[in-house]
């Protein structure tokens, strides 16, 4: 099979395309055909070698999968060749087969295509786990997205709003403000204005009647973290769920406390290996809201296998409205 292969951690120059042995199952485990495979920016983390969790070289990475079941194991039972299916695993999804653990195995809503398979996965659950599990949205509450036309971004925009937020959007351009109120985001605030700590927070605070934000989710951090905090509500909560940035901020303590806030931190893949049952459950949760017409994956683009390093750079390069997908197989 052909898989993207890295030999050694570095830039995406030491990604390579190969033809590697096709993986085999075990007896808990699933072979997939995929047919699409969607971008994160902790592939890139992964890629580069400064991510958290990282497998010995050589390896193929990707987290998000989509495609249909070529074989099972001896003890799978909730899963059977030609079934479409879609999931995460912790690296392997760059590359025409992988095997998955079957509880990281899901099947596909009807109408789902392969390219909304890959992108409905990582980016959702963590939309779903920094509203539900981490913060604890309640209707009605007033929501501050960070990034909000990137793939979390916008999955928590679409999720929030779903849920019965009101939706806050920060953007950095005209573009992605169009992206983010079409996702349902109720109010845009410009991170690319000028004096970013106080023009900030004049702007979600005129949105909320001076209020200031219930619940944040960032996965920006850096100066948007910064002003962000200066923007949330008396007994706010804020979650920290990545810094695209580049700049992992450093919070003053005495603000925690005047302000009766909350930081919260969430790495989502966790819940795969603590939590299983759990992550099974905000799957189908989200695939319901799917199927209702409340959440839509915005795919950008899909790229051809052979494009993958064009693919990778727009993610690298934050120009991603939305997900990108590689499409790995036709159809």
Known sequence: MRALVVHQHGSLENL??????????????????????????????????????LPATPFVPGKDYAGT????????SGAT?????????????FAERAVVPSRNCQRMPASMSFAEGA?????????????VERGGLKPGEIVLVTGA????????VQLAKALGAIVLASVSSDEKAAIARAGGADHVVRADAPDLRESFRRQVFAA??????????DSVGGDVFDASLRAIAWSGRMV??????????????????????SIIGLQVSDYRDRAPDKLRQVREELARLY????????VMAAYPLESYREALAVVRDRRALGKVVIAIRDG
């Open 81 to 93: 060749p030609g079934d479409r299916v879609m999931g995460q695993i912790e690296y392997g999804a």
């Open 119 to 131: 992108a409905m996965g990582l980016v959702y659950l963590t939309a779903h786990f920094a509203l």
């Open 69 to 76: 079941v070529a074989a099972v194991g001896s003890k799978v």
């Open 240 to 261: 920290t769920v990545g810094y695209a940035s580049g700049r992992v901020p450093e919070v003053k303590l005495g603000l925690i406390l005047v302000k009766n806030i």
């Open 16 to 53: 390579k395309l190969e033809t590697v042995p096709d993986p085999q199952p075990g007896p808990d485990e699933v072979l997939v055909d995929v047919h699409a495979a969607s971008v994160n920016f902790p592939d890139l983390l992964v890629i580069g070698g400064t991510y958290q969790n």
């Open 149 to 156: 036309a990137g793939g979390v971004g916008l999955a928590t």
């Open 208 to 217: 909320t009647g001076n209020r200031g934000a219930d619940l944040i989710v």
């Open 291 to 298: 199927e209702a017409g409340k959440l839509k994956p915005h």
